[in-house]
C-alpha cells in the first residue's frame, strides 16, 4: 500500500508517531503526480517550492509540539477559482491567465493556519461553467478510472487528484453539483455544505446564492474534519452563517438505526443507468437492515428546478463575470474605445460556454423578460424549499443517486449542451434551496465505473448528514481504487 | 416553440464583440436552453419573492470604522497598464 492511498486520518496517525514526515506524503504525492499528470491533467499549478516549505514547517511545528490539529501536514489540493496570494489563479479561463491574486480566500487562509500543505491548483470547467471539465481553456482533465472518459465538472481536476492520488484531500467548488457529480464519477467522496457556513470570500463567483466551496476526499470522516477546518461565520462575507455551526463528529459512528430516511421518487427512471438504480436500491436495502425507516417522498418541483437553475445561475454569472473587462487585471485585447477594449477583451478570453450562459443570464435579466425569468425561477426556489421542508417533517436526511450516470467519454456531451446540464439532475436542487448533500462511493458498474450515492440533509442539518453518510460507507465497503497506468517517460 | 432573441442588442449589453456567424450559433443554442428553461414561464408559486439568500438572510452589516484595504502597488502590479496609481484606458468615446 503507497502512501497516497493512505486517508487524512490515517495520515496524521502515522505523522504524529514519527512514522512518516509531511515531506515524504508530499513527496508521495508529488511522485503521484509526475506518474500521471500527463494521462490526466488534474492540476493546472503544482507549487512544489511552496508546498515544500509548508511541509517542513508543518514537521518543525509537530517536532515543537504545535499541533494545529488534523489537517496539519496534509497535501490539500486547491481548486483554481480559489485565489491564492501570489500564486497563478487563471479560473481555467484565458481572460485570468497570468493572474496572481493580491490576497489569500478565506479558505486558503483557514487552510495555512491548520498547517496544511498547498499542493497546487487544480483544472476545472471555465469559472466552474460545467460538469465534465471539458470547458476549462487549458484543456480537460482525464477520470483516473478510464482516461477516456471525464471526471467529471465542474471540479474535475480536484476529484482527479484525489482518486489518483496526487493530493490526500481538495477542495472544490459547488453551484448545481460541481463536488458531488464528479466525487460520485471517480469513486470518491465530496459535499456541499450548507449555503453560507464556507467563506465565498476569494472564492471566483459564479452564482453567489448557489456557490459553495466543499472537500473532496477518500472517506467521510477525513470530509467531516476538512469541512470543520474551512468553515465558520467570516466578516467578509456578507452572505456568511453567524450562528451556531452543528457538531459533525460525535454522530459519525452512531448508525442508523432509529432514523428516517427518505427516498425522492422523482430522481429515477427514465435517463438513469439500471447499474446506479441498482447500487442505490441495494444500499437503501441495507440501511433498512441497520435499522433506518425508509419512506418514499415525493418533491414534484424537482422536475422544474433544473430549468429554474439554468436561469437563475446564468443570470447571476452574467453579472459576476461583468468585472473582467480588460481594465484592472487579466487580459486586455484592443480598443478604440473602453467598450470596444472591454467587448473584444471579453470576447477574446472567455470560452463558448461561458460566453453561452452570459448571454443567457444576460437575456434572462434584461428589461421585459426579468420577471418571466429571473422572477419565475425564484419563485421555483421558494416553492421547492417549501417542498424540502415538507419531506423534512416527515423524513431525517433524504438519499438518491449523485448522477443519473457513471463517467461517459470524453466529447460524448460537448456539443449538446441541454444533455451535459441533465447530468446535474440529482444534484442541483440543493443548491437551489442551500441545503448540504454529501456523494459517498458505493460501488462499480460492469465497466469499472464508480457511482455515488447522494445523502441530503435541511440546512444546518450536517450532523444527520454525517452520520447517514458514514454507514453508507460502512455498509458498501467501497475499498477500490484506480489502477493507473504508468506513464513511460 | 423556439423563443425568438435580438442576440444583437444581448451581446452589446454583455459587452461581448461576437462575429455575425458566432452571433447565429449562440442564439440557436440560447433558443433551445431557453425553451426548456421557460417552462418555469407556467409555474404558478407565491407572488412574493423573499431574500434571494437561500436561508432568507438579510443585511448583514459592520461597525462603520476604517480598516487596511488591500496593498496598492500589488494590486496595479496586476493592471495591463496603470500610471502614477491610475488605471490607464482608452477614452470613452471616440475623438471626432
Not at chain 1, 513527496?27 to 516549505?53: F, K, N, P, W
Not at chain 1, 462575507?237 to 453567524?242: K, L, N, P, V
Not at chain 1, 447499474?275 to 422536475?303: H, M, N, R, W
Not at chain 1, 470560452?351 to 426579468?370: F, H, K, M, N
Amino acid at each position: 500500500m503507497s502512501l497516497t492511498d493512505l486517508t487524512i486520518v490515517e495520515a496524521g496517525e502515522r505523522l504524529r508517531s514519527g512514522e512518516v514526515s509531511s515531506v515524504e506524503l508530499l513527496e508521495a504525492a508529488l511522485d503521484v503526480a509526475s506518474r500521471t499528470e500527463a494521462q490526466l491533467h488534474a492540476y493546472l499549478t503544482i507549487d512544489r517550492e511552496g508546498a515544500r516549505a509548508a511541509a517542513e514547517a508543518a514537521d518543525a511545528g509537530l517536532a515543537a509540539g504545535d499541533d494545529r490539529g488534523p489537517l496539519l501536514g496534509i497535501p490539500i489540493a486547491l481548486k483554481d477559482n480559489m485565489c491564492t496570494r501570489g500564486l497563478e489563479t487563471t479560473a481555467a479561463s484565458q481572460i485570468l491567465a497570468g493572474y496572481e491574486p493580491p490576497y489569500d480566500a478565506t479558505v486558503v487562509s483557514k487552510l495555512r493556519e491548520a498547517g496544511a500543505v498547498i499542493v497546487g491548483k487544480t483544472n476545472l470547467d471555465e469559472f466552474a461553467m460545467g460538469s465534465s471539465t471539458e470547458n476549462s481553456a487549458y484543456g480537460p482533465s482525464f477520470n483516473p478510472w478510464d482516461i477516456g472518459r471525464v471526471p467529471g465538472g465542474s471540479s474535475g481536476g480536484s476529484a482527479a487528484a484525489v482518486a489518483a492520488g496526487s493530493a490526500y484531500g481538495a477542495l472544490g467548488s459547488d453551484t448545481g453539483g460541481s463536488i458531488r457529480q464528479p466525487a460520485s464519477l471517480t469513486g470518491i467522496v465530496g459535499l456541499k455544505p450548507t449555503y453560507g457556513t464556507v467563506s465565498r470570500y476569494g472564492l471566483i463567483a459564479f452564482a453567489s446564492s448557489l456557490d459553495q466551496i466543499g472537500p473532496l476526499s477518500k472517506s467521510v470522516t477525513d470530509a467531516a474534519l476538512t469541512l470543520e477546518a474551512i468553515w465558520g461565520h467570516d466578516p467578509l462575507d456578507a452572505t456568511s452563517y453567524a450562528g451556531e455551526y452543528p457538531d459533525l463528529m460525535s454522530d459519525l459512528d452512531r448508525g442508523v438505526d432509529g432514523m428516517r430516511i427518505g427516498v425522492v421518487a422523482e430522481m429515477a427512471g427514465e435517463g438513469y443507468e439500471p447499474a446506479v438504480e441498482q447500487a442505490v436500491a441495494g444500499i437503501v436495502e441495507k440501511l433498512s437492515d441497520a435499522g433506518a425507516e425508509i419512506v418514499e417522498v415525493s418533491l414534484p418541483t424537482v422536475d422544474i428546478a433544473l430549468s429554474a437553475y439554468y436561469l437563475v445561475a446564468p443570470a447571476e454569472a452574467s453579472a459576476n463575470l461583468a468585472r473582467f473587462d480588460g481594465i484592472r487585471y487579466g487580459l486586455r485585447a484592443d480598443g478604440v474605445t473602453t467598450e470596444d477594449l472591454m467587448a473584444k477583451t471579453r470576447a477574446e478570453g472567455f470560452g463558448p460556454e461561458v460566453t453561452r450562459r452570459i448571454l443567457l443570464g444576460t437575456y434572462a435579466l434584461s428589461a421585459g423578460y426579468y420577471d418571466a425569468f429571473y422572477g419565475q425561477a425564484q419563485r421555483v426556489r421558494v416553492a421547492l424549499r417549501e417542498e424540502y421542508a415538507t419531506a423534512y417533517g416527515k423524513v431525517d436526511v433524504l438519499v438518491s443517486p449523485t448522477s443519473p450516470t457513471v463517467a461517459f467519454p470524453v466529447g460524448a456531451k460537448v456539443d449538446d449542451p441541454l444533455s451535459m446540464y441533465l447530468t446535474d439532475i440529482c444534484t442541483n436542487p440543493l443548491n437551489l434551496v442551500g441545503h448540504p448533500g454529501i456523494s459517498v462511493p458505493v460501488a462499480l458498474d460492469h465497466q469499472n465505473l464508480p457511482i455515488g450515492f447522494q445523502v441530503m440533509a435541511p440546512a444546518l442539518g450536517e450532523a444527520a448528514m454525517f452520520r447517514a453518510a458514514a454507514e453508507v460507507e460502512r455498509l458498501a465497503r467501497f475499498t477500490a481504487r484506480p489502477e493507473l497506468a504508468e506513464v513511460v517517460t | 416553440m423556439p423563443i425568438d432573441i435580438d442576440i444583437a442588442h444581448v451581446a452589446r449589453l454583455a459587452r461581448l464583440a461576437l462575429s455575425d456567424a458566432e452571433l447565429e450559433v449562440y442564439k440557436s443554442q440560447l433558443g433551445d436552453i431557453l425553451d426548456h428553461a421557460a417552462r418555469v414561464q407556467s409555474f404558478e408559486g407565491e407572488p412574493q419573492i423573499d431574500s434571494a439568500h437561500p436561508l432568507g438572510f438579510v443585511n448583514a452589516f459592520r461597525e462603520d470604522e476604517t480598516r487596511p484595504s488591500l496593498d496598492r502597488a500589488e494590486i496595479l502590479a496586476q493592471a495591463p497598464a496603470s500610471e502614477n496609481g491610475y488605471f490607464v484606458v482608452p477614452p470613452a468615446m471616440e475623438e471626432q
